[in-house]
DNA sequence: GCCTGGCACTCTGCGCGTGCGAGTGCCAGC
DNA sequence: GCTGGCACTCGCACGCGCAGAGTGCCAGGC
């Protein structure tokens, strides 16, 4: 078990490393933190520290600085999030409250982490697994050609095109749209298969293959848009990254183009709170020198989706907590009223 | 006016360069090139090109590089569009075929431009001014409360939610759908507020407010989505750009998150065929050492949006163009097909 | 037993001078 | 108008030495 005075400087090192972005030593650290005792004394500690793993030299005689293990202690046991200051908290619900459309409210959401934690952020669509449905609505296209339109509580629509076997009328249409939505309107998802299973016998039986259609692509829909989509922004934040670009920045830029990692990314975090995955706790590799901070949000209670902003593992954990945590509570109120 | 045999060395100058990344010598050249003249002449005549401004040497007693104007005479008099090969248009088609919805066109589209260019891609949603309207839908949501619906011939679909001053009984508003589709359906967006303008008239005095209320809110929508929206991809590729990493890079990414500069830039380009703008032709200062290769795409012969790449001005550019050509114009076929 | 001051040691980074090589410009000759 | 030759100019890589920061360890003090 690390003594007191070690974890603070534990702190002190990590606090002036994502200051300062250089190795911090002994003498620099008692200058700058008032911690009693002499440079000596700190690098005893510091040896301490280096052979629990928590932090390292890049090379000889040069200062420290912490691995992701240090980092990690740092996170858990040494540091709050840092809550957004009143003005800070205003200025959010402002730029937020003026979006017009969900996707513009996704599109706020990600240049409002992006700025205020100048690091690359991602928003995920809500998805819409927890969500329920509004409406579902049918169009004739054609005599034999539909268009099935679902719109969720979220706002989000998504519509398919639906070839019939053959030709459907008027009247069954509006007798399908109408059972539909008395059936499914304002459940969720995951309800909707065993609320339709028999509808098809409500119909004629020349309808019936329409009907079965319509709902097989409706379900279809369901299933496929928890495929989510998710949007990112501040990517010029990752030239502040780091001394050895090339190296660093390509594999970051192209995990973030591969939407199926950042998505098992956010997924993987299940902590109700603010979750941290530091350095090589992402599994994957052009990860392994970042650092993610995300939270769930909601329209209600419940989390209906992730953000989060992906940056190098020297961040101010505390503000980028706070930030994150601010701007998923504040998504969550603009869902809920629109 | 420039000799054939200097249009000859400026063009071999450019292609060593772009293949090399640097500066190239009299003596390179003759050696790679058969210019049937020995280097010193050579050395006159790239004296003269740089009299003129075509290349520029990076310091005394270097080779040469092009200038902007020297890749500009480049693009419009010494190189043609380079065509894909006919596995590699395969490839285009059925990668692009393998689209479920306009979202995953855009997507694909994307990738495979920044895949086929090594650059970074661009793509901008077919664009809803020259579209038709295929349905406008109204639902209910709420005694006062409905939403609009417009489904477009490019399968993208826009929502809008109305409130009302009055309650508008479920009759009335099957009467305004049923009256606006026989209006609009088919139509393009332009001809849309002259269609719809005496509509009000044929309603109740008490449901006029409603209709109103509802026919501007379809014609907003049809302007504000003129606010385009587009997809980027590959800025993994911007790390292969330079040596001189993060003044280099980091104003393209913030020029490339500035959705109305990239729209601005795709708009200016009116030619109707492959556009091309190198360095400084550019208006935004970010881009000044990139070139922009763009063209129109579209589901019939009209255009309905643009797509290109941005890359270092040291780019392959006849590649480049026949990808950009190849890739709209399959983009274009799948659109119209679907 | 823990903290402290001192000391010797190790590395990195930087500035400087040097030599090499690539490339140029110019000129005289064909 | 082309060519070969020649002197010249730079940029760059290399080696060197030095200063500075930081460490580890040890002996002494509280």
Chains 1, 2 share one sequence.
Do not use: W
Request: net charge negative; hydrophobic share 40%.
């Amino acid at each position: 078990m690390l003594s007191e005075r070690r974890l603070q400087v534990l702190r002190a090192i990590v606090q002036d490393y994502v200051g300062t972005e250089e190795p911090v030593g002994s003498k620099a650290l008692t200058e700058r933190h008032s911690l009693g005792v002499s440079p000596a004394t700190v690098r005893n500690d510091m040896a301490a520290l280096e052979d629990e793993g928590y932090i390292a030299q890049p090379h000889t005689s040069a200062g420290r600085i912490p691995t992701d293990k240090g980092y990690r202690l740092f996170v858990d046991k040494l540091a709050g999030v840092k809550p957004m200051t009143g003005p800070e908290r205003r200025a959010i619900q402002n730029f937020l409250e003026g979006a017009v459309d969900l996707d513009d409210v996704v599109a706020r959401t990600v240049r409002l982490l992006a700025q205020l934690t100048r690091q690359v952020a991602v928003v995920q669509y809500p998805s819409l697994t927890r969500s329920t449905v509004r409406h579902v609505e049918l169009l004739s296209l054609a005599p034999a050609r539909l268009m099935l339109v679902l719109i969720t509580d979220t706002g989000r629509v998504e519509q398919r095109v639906v070839d019939c076997a053959a030709p459907f009328g008027d009247a069954s249409l509006a007798d399908l749209r109408a059972r539909l939505n008395s059936r499914v309107a304002n459940r969720r998802f995951a309800d909707v298969p065993s609320l339709v299973e028999d509808l098809p016998e409500a119909f004629e039986h020349e309808d019936r293959g329409t009907v079965s259609t319509v709902l097989s692509t409706l379900l279809e829909t369901l299933v496929e848009e928890n495929e989510e989509r998710l949007m990112i922004g501040g990517t010029a934040n990752l030239t502040r990254f780091g001394h050895d670009f090339p190296l660093t920045i390509r594999p970051v830029l192209e995990a973030l183009e591969e939407q199926v990692v950042l998505l098992k990314l956010l997924g993987e975090a299940q902590d109700p709170g603010v979750t941290v995955r530091i350095g090589h706790e992402n599994a994957h590799a052009g990860l392994n020198s970042t650092s993610v901070v995300s939270v769930g949000y909601g329209s209600g209670g419940e989390a209906v989706a992730k953000l989060g902003v992906v940056g190098p593992t020297r961040m101010d954990y505390p503000g980028t907590m706070g930030a994150v945590r601010a701007v998923a509570r504040y998504v969550g109120q603009i869902l809920a009223e629109s």
